[in-house]
């Protein structure tokens, strides 16, 4: 539990960075400068990414790499501003009695 509750933190840090970054950016180009998911997943390993779309092509169902397209255009800040706070909220024992 306590494992899952950090793991949500950390992503949910991760999400105020990518909201630093993408201000820190529109601000360089004077317009606005997202950073989706993929971009993001790109500039961490892009190995990983690459490995992962060919796993999914080839070994599983093509067509699911396409919903997987679809989370990686969208703005890194809200998959992981969405993501960190459902993890912390579903791992916070609140329904446990000890």
Known sequence: MIIGRLIGWLVTAAALMAVGAKVVASLESNGYRGLTIGELWYL??????NLMQAVTQRYLLPVLWDGVVVVLLQPAWIVLGV???VLVLAFSGRGERR
């Open 83 to 85: 993501t960190g706070p």
């Open 44 to 49: 961490l390993n892009r190995d990983s990414l």
